[in-house]
């Protein structure tokens, strides 16, 4: 039976691959698209999310919009490495499908108030606004959450947006506090292991020769975002950071971690959003999360690009 899912993004080109993933999987149900501000403001990840779900041919998916601000800080956005629409790169056009009235953080609420016990996943690829205050809101929804997996976090990569804090966890680290704490089964994918899903050009050939649209699109977005990566890192492409959410759940054994205990700074401006990961074990907090590092990196891309095959 397919798990049911519900994915809560700021898209950005590598939510977008991770989407396209989704609805391309057939292990996987979505029940719903809930859009946060982070990568570029609420109005506009509402917006592509729905860009998406049309290119791949889903539109009648639920999308909804959630929170246009983190819990207790300002709103910090990522448009240098994204651009300005937060999906930069090949030509859009504007969706037709409707946005839902209902706001995210209420049709979270109710759909897991509705579900069975361990019945839905939270797949979280942005700020964690939305997943916090569903949580604040209604602690009573936790029965029903069977995990929740996110791109979120680095320790021996250090950050991303600041030298000790990578973008997600950085953008609401209150948001990220709650959820570490919730005492909910979680998965993190941090940066320690999407540094390790790089693009080159022979993988991103592959999207492009699949020869749809949706090929087309993903190339597209990939090269746009490597400009900014490739001189940041002077790698040879970029880190696909979210769809390696979306390929845990469908193939687990691509990942390897270790379950420990990750608690999230939130006093310190220095350092904070900082996952301060006991990878080593020298303190006796007890672990709360599956903390990745190692990556198949040839088996994911492969993955994805068999997978976005499918969608024409
Ligand atoms: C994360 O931040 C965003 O820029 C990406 O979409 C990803 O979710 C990586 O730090
Ligand atoms: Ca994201």
Same mark, same amino acid.
């Given at each position: 039976m397919a798990r049911n899912i519900i994915i809560d993004t700021d898209p950005g080109q590598d939510d977008a691959v991770a989407i396209l993933l989704a609805l391309a999987s057939p292990e996987l149900n979505v029940l719903g698209i809930t859009a946060v501000a982070g990568n570029v403001p609420l109005e506009l990840t509402q917006k592509n999310a =729905?860009?998406?779900?049309?290119?791949?041919?889903?539109?009648?998916?639920?999308?909804?919009?959630?929170?246009?601000?983190?819990?207790? =800080?300002?709103?910090?956005?990522?448009e240098h490495v994204h651009g300005k629409t937060g999906l930069d790169g090949p030509q859009m056009a504007t969706p037709t499908m409707p946005?839902?009235?209902?706001?995210?953080?209420?049709?979270?609420?109710? @759909?897991?108030?509705?579900?069975?016990?361990?019945?839905? @996943?939270?797949?979280?690829?942005?700020?964690?606004?939305?997943?916090?205050?569903?949580?604040?809101?209604?602690?009573d929804i936790k029965p029903a959450i069977s995990e929740i997996v996110l791109m979120g976090g680095g320790f021996f990569e250090g950050g991303n947006i600041t030298p000790t804090a990578e973008f997600n966890i950085y953008v609401d680290p209150h948001a990220a506090d709650i959820v570490f704490k919730s005492g909910l089964p979680l998965t993190v994918m941090p940066l320690d292991v999407t540094h390790k899903a790089l693009t080159?050009?022979?993988?991103?050939?592959?999207?492009?020769?699949?020869?749809?649209?949706?090929?087309?699109?993903?190339?597209?977005w990939t090269d746009f975002f490597e400009r900014f990566d490739k001189e940041k890192y002077g790698s040879k492409g970029a880190p696909l950071h979210d769809p390696t959410v979306i390929a845990y759940?469908?193939?687990?054994?691509?990942?390897?971690?270790?379950?420990?205990?990750?608690?999230?700074?939130?006093?310190?401006?220095?350092?904070m959003g900082m996952t301060v990961?006991?990878?080593?074990?020298? @303190?006796? =907090?007890?672990?709360?999360?599956?903390?990745?590092g190692g990556l198949d990196t040839d088996r994911f891309f492969k993955l994805i690009t068999e997978r976005l095959a499918r969608l024409k």
């Open positions: =729905r860009i998406i779900c049309e290119l791949a041919g889903f539109p009648g998916m639920l999308v909804f919009a959630g929170c246009d601000r983190p819990l207790n =800080r300002p709103l910090v956005t990522a946005l839902q009235d209902q706001h995210a953080v209420d049709w979270i609420i109710d @759909t897991l108030r509705a579900a069975p016990e361990n019945s839905i @996943t939270i797949c979280a690829l942005g700020p964690l606004s939305n997943i916090a205050t569903a949580m604040q809101r209604a602690p080159n050009k022979a993988r991103v050939d592959a999207f492009r020769a699949l020869e749809t649209i949706v090929g087309h699109m993903t190339a597209e759940l469908i193939e687990p054994n691509l990942f390897s971690g270790r379950h420990i205990n990750v608690e999230i700074e939130t006093q310190s401006e220095l350092t990961a006991d990878w080593w074990g020298v @303190t006796d =907090r007890a672990p709360n999360c599956t903390f990745m």
